[in-house]
């Protein structure tokens, strides 16, 4: 449930020159050059969008901009780590610096760190990639349903995200919380503290990113092996490539908690109990360094060439970076850029951050972590290395601004009603244009004709359309994977969110409900849009205008759970004890695994 956001605290940092690099001791002519490479580097991040003239940024500019405390990358080239540093540092109480040796949480990169340790298997004979991963799983089962009534899952299905499996992710547990053994996690029983881990489409039709099919497949490689998952990546992956500043052990041992960053909020502030555990190791649960992840990537593209079996053959390497459906292969995601191929995955945990990028067969990348959970400066930094060293297709090409006459703007400016309920407010500012969408920011348009524009922050482009009358009555709006169109609409037609936030909440509501109506799957009434509504209004202190939308989503879904968890709540805030019980209750009727509903039911009844 969307809880109501703290007040963010702006800290300012002050970083400590705490910037290594690998496998150069002395001054040489190589070294400088290495140095001239990283300075450009550091000084030259670049944003999404790339617009001729602009400026880059530092590595350090960004870190305080993002409130990142500390970074950490490794760059290869070659087939080899060509440069590694670090910045800041790896707790904002401690101020102790990062340095390479300092731990990361790898998020979702444990997941092909943990692909090549199934695959592993596979070549062993101790398990097939197409059999029934319930032919492996002793200590517990995947029930059976009427979607695997065809098809079974398969390991082949876990590790490409293909199985029909719910679950996308974790969050972990907070340091002190009691930890779930895996088959309380899969059947999201207590102490767990995710849903359980279920088929509900049938197997190897469709893409659908799932954490829990992941850690499906580390319970089974645990059941083969009878060993904990920690002790068997180690043997057969971490070990033979020498990432000796690796390992899935959760929760962190003392020793190695001593290397390890803390993980930080969006405001800078340090994660509840500095770190999460995550016995989801297979999913979440690798620390790492960016230096250890480098020697995983230049391995697996050796490999592919045939170069290097460490630990695996050129033809089940081959599996991790080949597309198994869509661009997802056992292991990697497959990023195209022009006709350039790059394997990668990124990460997430709760405080931390990450991106590995490799090119397929050029022998170049980089990793980058860090211990924030402002990821933006990972792609920023991502992208100096690819201008750096010229990386294939990779950066799109700058967009030039052209000059347009200010009086121009005059015939754009206006409202365009983008969908049922988001308008792109167009106006003009000391002679430049802007946009500003519903619950956005105001963003500067920058023109690249006389009728087309982009912005900085995103790769989208605006293209006023005129109409059979001559004057402009739309816009065409291209995304990168498709377009719409907005309707130019009059200054007093309101959308339902304005409504909403003009005291008009019985017409917004009627709208919704003719929404729903017209269009069911609409994104503008789904369930957890209209529930952070809700909280919108009650951050406002607008708590009858809160308990009518919440009542509205429990009208429109009736059979969820945390509609009447959202419901209660406001009833609770509103002072209106007898309605917030009923609808906790209902809520916990629904899903008897919703733990905070049930502490706040207790919290009311006084027991």
């Known amino acids: 449930m969307t809880r109501l956001v703290a007040k963010f605290l702006v800290l300012l940092y002050v970083f400590p020159c705490a910037s290594f690099s690998v496998s150069r001791a002395q001054s040489t002519p190589e070294t400088s050059g290495i140095e001239s490479r990283i300075k450009r580097v550091e000084q030259g991040l670049l944003p999404e969008v790339l617009v001729k003239g602009d400026p880059s940024w530092s590595i350090e500019e960004r870190m305080k901009h993002y409130k990142v405390p500390g970074l950490s990358i490794a760059v290869i080239n070659n087939h080899q780590i060509d440069w590694a540093r670090s910045y800041g540092v790896k707790d904002i109480e401690t101020r102790e610096p990062v340095i390479l040796e300092t731990l990361f949480q790898a998020g979702s990169i444990s997941k092909p760190v943990a692909a090549m340790v199934a695959l592993k298997k596979v070549e062993q004979g101790k398990i097939a990639l197409d059999e029934n991963i319930n032919n492996k799983l002793t200590s517990w089962k995947l029930p059976d349903n009427e979607f695997t009534a065809k098809k079974k899952v ?53 893409f659908r990113y799932s954490g829990g099919g992941t850690t499906i497949a580390q319970l089974a490689i645990m059941d083969i092996e009878k060993k904990p998952f920690p002790q068997i990546a180690n043997d057969t992956v971490l070990k033979p490539l020498k990432m000796t500043n690796s390992t899935y052990s959760q929760p962190l041992p003392a020793d190695w908690r001593k290397q390890a960053a803390s993980g930080h909020r969006p405001d800078g502030q340090l994660v509840e109990g500095k770190i999460h555990v995550y016995p989801e190791m297979q999913a979440a649960g690798l620390w790492t360094t960016p230096t250890d992840l480098a020697k995983f990537a230049i391995e697996v593209e050796l490999s592919l060439a045939g170069q290097s079996n460490k630990v695996l053959s050129k033809e089940t390497t081959a599996k991790m970076v080949t597309p198994f459906m869509e661009e997802v292969g056992l292991g990697f995601f497959i990023e195209k850029h022009g006709n350039a191929l790059y394997f990668g995955h990124g990460g997430a945990d709760e405080g931390f951050r990450a991106e590995l990028l490799m090119n397929k067969d ?25 201008r750096e060293y010229g990386w294939e297709e990779f950066l799109p090409a700058p967009h030039e601004i052209v000059s347009v006459d200010s009086a121009k703007f005059d015939e754009y400016l206006g409202r365009f009603q983008v969908n049922p309920d988001r308008v792109l407010t167009v106006t003009k500012d000391a002679g430049k244009l ?62 339902p969110f304005e409504m909403l936030m003009t005291g008009k909440a019985a017409e917004a509501i009627e ?97």
């Open 154 to 206: 398969t390991l082949a299905n876990l590790l490409s995200h293909t199985g029909g499996l719910t679950v996308h992710g974790f969050p972990g547990y907070a340091i002190n919380e009691k930890l779930p053994t895996l088959p309380q996690v899969l059947d999201g029983s207590e102490p767990a503290n995710t849903a359980p881990v279920r088929v509900d489409m049938e197997p190897g039709t469709k």
């Open 362 to 386: 050029k022998g170049y990348g980089a990793v980058v972590m860090a211990n924030s959970d402002n990821g933006q400066i990972l792609r920023e930094v991502l992208r100096s290395v690819a």
């Open 434 to 495: 802007y946009g500003q969408a519903t619950e956005a920011q105001r963003v500067e348009l920058l023109p690249v004709s006389e009728t087309s524009f982009i912005r900085r922050d995103q790769e989208i482009r605006y293209t006023f359309v005129k109409d059979a009358a001559g004057k402009v009555g739309s816009i065409n709006i291209q995304f990168p994977d498709g377009e719409s169109q907005a309707g130019r609409i009059s200054d007093d037609k309101l959308i």
């Open 511 to 607: 709208a919704y409900r003719r929404i729903k109506k017209e269009s069911p799957n609409a994104n503008v009434v789904a369930e957890g849009r209209l529930n952070n509504l809700g909280y919108i209004l009650m951050r406002q202190n607008k708590l009858a205008d809160a308990i009518a939308i919440f009542k509205v989503n429990v009208e429109l879904y009736p059979d969820a759970w945390n509609v009447y968890d959202s419901l209660g709540e406001a009833y609770m805030t509103n002072g209106d004890k007898e309605l917030a019980i009923a609808n906790y209750k209902k809520s916990l009727e629904l899903n008897p695994k919703n733990s905070g509903g049930a502490q706040m039911l207790k919290k009311l009844e006084g027991k």
